[in-house]
């Protein structure tokens, strides 16, 4: 005979499993946000660096500086798209394992009440 406290355990094990679930798919999506925010950083910081020069350029070294800064300009406002059309997603997986989180806690602590009486 299946008791209360069985199918309780059963629920906490299950909600468990969901949790683990959802807590990776968020850390997976948790790495490529990051991944991609140091990539900007890396692109501005290129910018940053072509005309740090403290000695004068020459036209053609400007030229050169220009260009390359224009590269890494484009290479960041393109990994900023990118990041904005992350974020919605990075957000709604953030709360799915917030949720299953609370509701794997939930069910662990009435599953043990259960066992108490």
Do not use: H
């Amino acid at each position: 005979m299946v008791t209360i406290r069985n199918k309780m355990a059963q629920l906490a094990r299950l909600a468990q499993l969901k949790s683990d679930l959802e807590l990776k798919r968020f850390a997976a999506f948790s790495t490529n946000v990051e991944a991609a925010r140091q990539r900007i950083e890396a692109c501005e910081e290129a910018v940053a660096r072509c005309y740090a020069s403290a000695a004068p350029m020459t036209l053609a070294e400007a030229r050169v500086a220009s260009a390359q800064a224009g590269e890494m300009s484009r290479n960041a406002e393109r990994g900023r798209r990118e990041l904005q059309m992350m974020l919605p997603r990075f957000e709604l997986a953030r709360q799915r394992a917030a949720k299953e989180f609370g509701r794997a806690n939930v069910l662990e602590s009435l599953s043990g009440q259960w066992d108490r009486k």
